[in-house]
Structures are given as structure tokens and as C-alpha cells.
């Protein structure tokens, strides 16, 4: 069935795609993105990027703060040859509650080619997701953060060694479940990697997510761990590091803080206890008194800022995954038979 649209895209509903988690793509799926990442990269560093989303808009949505997902959306589509359009809740109706999310999905869907949304709710991506009638990206929510777990495995599947695949490896989450924790384990598991969340037990991952992650390392044949043990590093090759408290969570800092230091920061010494070449990822922001020291972050384990580099490689990957079946390109004829008409017609006016 052909979904109605006023815009320049040619939609089928069969191939529409949202992306809200990881989980929801096969390995091969993941493989592709990462495929498309390599080449948009290799392109990026010969200032020859194809304009692949030439003409197209990106709607970027952003009920919280961000650094890297809001610039790196913008950036991917101006490279590809696109418009990214930033809007804050003090920019749309959305935000007042004027109007409604399934009338906002309406008309981001008649005017964008593609809409991205970090939202304080899973509600309002579900929301968006089911009244769009163009892709939507989850740009984190309360839940997961996709598109940080694709510059993520893409990440580390560039800085492993030894002939070895991201599936040879186990990943360790240092502290507490947070949706980067949560969204770890499940893309981990459905890819086949090795999880490990080390962390006090007060902080550790919900039961409804590990049933799942269950079902994932069935079919994949990886496994994970939840554990308070720090000992436990020595099994792992990748050390990952996120904030101790969300800003909603400012009023537990200290209980937190008490809760994780010193033992879960992520320090050279804890660094040096893992397995020989074991890489360091931060999602970023980092606080550099708190999670992870300055000289862990900085030191020669850590592939944070490539990591933070690669959220712009994913996003490339990602307009052009998600829209490409969608374009409908115009001949030269017909370019030239609307341009004609529309002077034509301007002449006379
Ligand atoms: N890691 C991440 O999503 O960063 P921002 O909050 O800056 O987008």
C-alpha cells in the first residue's frame, strides 16, 4: 500500500522502518549499517561524500540536551547533501501542548524526509513511531539509544586486532543500568558479544531486560553477566563508562556517588586489570571526578573521541539506510517540463 504523501518520497508501508532499539535488527541488518559506515567514512576522508540525501530534510527533535547525537545529525545531513532542522520544545507546538504528538508525526511527515527525537518519554517516540509515515530514529529515550550502539560496535570493530570479531569479545558496562547499560545488553546479545554489567546490586539491570537478553544469547550463543565482582574485568576487552546519575537523578547524587566510588571508576589501574589491549568507550558526556579519570579517558586505551567521531559516521549511515528505497528521482525531462511551466508562468504575472 502506498502511504499518502504531498513530499517527494514514494513510500511503501512495507518498507517503512523505525529504529527505537538495536535489538529490533538482525545481525545482517547491523552488518549492512556498519558496511555503509566503512564506505561513508572512507568517502568522508576523501571530501567525497555522495549526496545521497540530496533535497531531503532531516526533523530533529530535541526535548533534552545534547552535544554529539544533535550535532552529528545536523552535520550528516548537510554532508550528504540535506537540511537538518533543529527543534526544541520551545520551537514547536509540541513542546506547549498546544498540539498533539500524532498531529505533529502528521506534518513532519508531509514536510521531512526522515524525523529524529530524543524525548524525556518512550511514550511519545512510540507515538511518533505510529503516526509517522517516515522513518523515525530514537535519539534516546528513557529506554534505549540506538544510534550510540552503532557508532558503538562500529567503534570497536575498528580497533580490534588479531584477525578477532566483535563476537570473540566481551564488553563490561562499569555501574549502574542506565539506558546505554540496557541498550548494551540487548544489542551485545542479539549481535553475539559478551556482556557484563559490574556494578552494585542496588543499580543493576531490571529482570524484564535480562529475560530478553535470555532469548538473544539463545539464538546468538553469547552470554552475560551481572555482577558486583570488579575482579570480573579480567574476563573482558572492552571497558565501557557512563555517568554514575542522569540530570533527573540529581537528587540521589550522593547516595549514588557513596554507591560507586572508588570501586566501579573506570582509573589506568582498573584499565591495566583488564585483558591485554582492552579498549575503553564512553558514551560522553564524562565527568572526569566521578566515573572515569582524566588520564583513563585520555590514556592510549581509550577510543572515546573516535567513539564520539563515529556518531557522525552512524548518522550518515543511518539518513541513507533508512530513506534510500524512498527517492524518488526526477528525470532531466522533467526537471526542465516543471521548470518551463513555472517561468513560463512567472513571466506573465
Ligand atoms: N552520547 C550522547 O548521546 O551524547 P549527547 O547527549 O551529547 O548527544
Known amino acids: 500500500m502506498k502511504i499518502p504523501s504531498s513530499s517527494a518520497t514514494d513510500l511503501e508501508k512495507k518498507d517503512l522502518r523505525h529504529m527505537v532499539s538495536m535489538k529490533d535488527f538482525t545481525t545482517e541488518e547491523m552488518d549492512n549499517m556498519m558496511e555503509l559506515m566503512s564506505m561513508l567514512k572512507e568517502a568522508r576522508k576523501d571530501n567525497a561524500i555522495p549526496h545521497l540525501f540530496k533535497d531531503k530534510s532531516v526533523a530533529m527533535i530535541f526535548e533534552a540536551g545534547s552535544t554529539r547525537t ?34 505533529t508525526a502528521r506534518v513532519l511527515s508531509r514536510m521531512c524526509d526522515i524525523v529524529m527525537a530524543r524525548t524525556n518519554s518512550p511514550d511519545t517516540i512510540d507515538a511518533l513511531c505510529r503516526m509517522s509515515t517516515v522513518p523515525v530514529i530514537n535519539g534516546l529515550d528513557t529506554r534505549f539509544h540506538p544510534t550510540q550502539m552503532l557508532a558503538d560496535l562500529f567503534t570497536i570493530k575498528e580497533h580490534i586486532t588479531d584477525g578477532r570479531k566483535l563476537s570473540d569479545l566481551t564488553l563490561a558496562f562499569m555501574g549502574d543500568a542506565t539506558d546505554v547499560c540496557r541498550s548494551l545488553l540487548l544489542t551485545c546479545t542479539k549481535y553475539g558479544m559478551n556482556f557484563k554489567q559490574i556494578g552494585p546490586k542496588k543499580y543493576q539491570m531490571q529482570q524484564e531486560w535480562l529475560d530478553m537478553a535470555d532469548e538473544f544469547c539463545k539464538e546468538s550463543g553469547a552470554s552475560y553477566e551481572i555482577t558486583d565482582d570488579v575482579e570480573k574485568i579480567s ?13 533527573t537523578q540529581l537528587d540521589e547524587k550522593k547516595e549514588r556517588l557513596a554507591a560507586f566510588m572508588p570501586d566501579y571508576v573506570i582509573t589506568e589501574e582498573l584499565m591495566s586489570k583488564a585483558k591485554p589491549g582492552a579498549l575503553l568507550l564512553h558514551c560522553l558526556p564524562a565527568n572526569d571526578k566521578e566515573e572515569v579519570t582524566r588520564e583513563a579517558l585520555e590514556g592510549p586505551q581509550s577510543v572515546a573521541f573516535d567513539e564520539a567521531e563515529n556518531r557522525l559516521t552512524a548518522q550518515m549511515a543511518i539518513l541513507v539506510y533508512f530513506t534510500h528505497k524512498f527517492s524518488k528521482e526526477p528525470t532531466e525531462e522533467v526537471k526542465k517540463e516543471h521548470e518551463t511551466k513555472i517561468k513560463d508562468f512567472l513571466k506573465n504575472i
Open 235 to 247: 574476563e573482558c576487552d572492552v571497558v565501557y563508562g557512563d555517568s554514575f546519575y542522569w540530570v
Open 70 to 103: 544533535r550535532i552529528s545529525f545536523e552535520v550528516a545531513a548537510t554532508l550528504l547533501g540535506g537540511h537538518g532542522l533543529f527543534l526544541s520544545p520551545k520551537d514547536i507546538h509540541l513542546g506547549s501542548g498546544k498540539e498533539s504528538i500524532d498531529d
